[in-house]
């Protein structure tokens, strides 16, 4: 259940912003900054970190069984985390990239710099998108559950 | 690796993880007009999982794909960027299709439902599939 609901949300997520990059024409140039091993790096932090973040907003829940008390609370917190957690990845994975691409361009306090705004303002801003996608994703995986029970 | 190598191995699995949904999904469909729901579930809850891997697998290839084209990459405008804003519209119709299916299946595994609506959701995957390989030949070829 963890997979299928938390590889979803990662697929729903990817969709929507290409939804919204692409159509504003800026998608080509923001993709070809980014190397094909960074960008693919990536997408497998988020799908890793989204498929933990379900797993655990989900465990204890018999969604089958249509046990959902308390899955938007759980969401909301586990979203959070998710947004945070895909955030400091995202980070990290950029500065990686320019370590190895361009070394030496990226001096120590650029770096303190950016862990500063990313672990301060940016970590709040994270939390704040992760717990409202957490929430809108958990509304939809319930209604998903309600469909399924029509189904079979 | 060159950066040549890595896009074709980038495509490649691209083409792979296609195959096996779509060829997944019309044996699945098959088997389900052929056979009771109750039959079918071993085999549908395993192709549940492989289904989710390759959606994986996709949309992180897909971007990649279009993180190849870099300034290049067509106008949304263009024909080929309406092409592909079709594809992306038949893509989320898939994702919202497959979640309900998915999670049927999963309850099927785990209670004695009976499955009833099985056959007309597996035979919408396949279609949607079916268009999105289309949308995405033309975008090969367009």
Redesign the interface.
């Known amino acids: ?1 963890a ?3 938390g ?2 949300h ?3 997520v ?2 929507a912003l ?2 919204l990059a ?2 504003g ?1 800026g ?3 923001t ?2 900054s ?1 190397s ?2 960074a ?2 790096a990536i ?2 932090a988020l ?1 890793t970190i989204t498929v933990f973040a379900t797993s655990r907003a989900i465990r204890g829940l018999d ?3 249509g046990a959902s008390a308390g899955y938007h609370r759980r969401a909301l917190r586990w979203g959070a985390l998710n947004g945070v957690l895909f955030l400091w990845s995202f980070a990290a994975l950029l500065a990686v990239q320019q370590l190895v691409t361009a070394p030496g361009t990226l001096s120590w306090q650029s770096i303190l710099l950016g862990a500063g705004f990313v672990g301060g303002i940016g970590s709040l801003f994270a939390l704040t998108i992760g717990a409202v996608i957490g929430l809108v994703l958990a509304s ?2 319930l209604a ?2 309600a ?6 | 690796m060159d ?1 040549q190598q ?2 074709l191995a ?1 495509r490649y699995l691209h083409v792979a993880a296609m195959a096996t949904t779509f060829g997944g999904a019309l044996l699945i469909t098959w088997l389900a007009w052929r056979l009771p ?1 109750a039959r079918i579930v071993d085999v549908a809850l395993r192709y ?2 492989l289904f ?2 390759a ?2 697998v996709l ?2 290839t897909g ?2 794909n ?8 067509p ?2 405008a263009s024909g080929w ?1 309406r092409a ?2 079709a594809k ?1 519209v038949l ?2 119709a898939l ?1 919202i299709v ?11 595994a ?2 004695s ?6 056959r007309s ?1 597996y035979t919408a995957t396949s279609g949607l599939l079916a268009g999105i390989v289309a949308l995405a030949l033309e975008l090969a070829h367009g």
């Open positions: 259940m997979w299928i609901l590889t979803f990662t697929a729903a990817g969709l290409l939804f692409y159509p024409g998608l080509g140039v993709l070809a980014l094909t091993v960008g693919l997408f497998l799908w969604l089958a069984a939809i995986d998903g559950l469909l399924a029970r029509r189904i079979g | 950066h890595l896009v980038v729901a549940e999982q989710w891997l959606i994986g949309v992180m971007v990649g279009l993180g190849a084209f870099g300034d290049g990459l106008a949304p960027g592909f804003i992306l893509i989320a994702l497959s979640l309900p299916r998915s999670l049927a299946v999963a309850r099927m785990a209670t439902a009976s499955g009833a609506g099985v959701i």
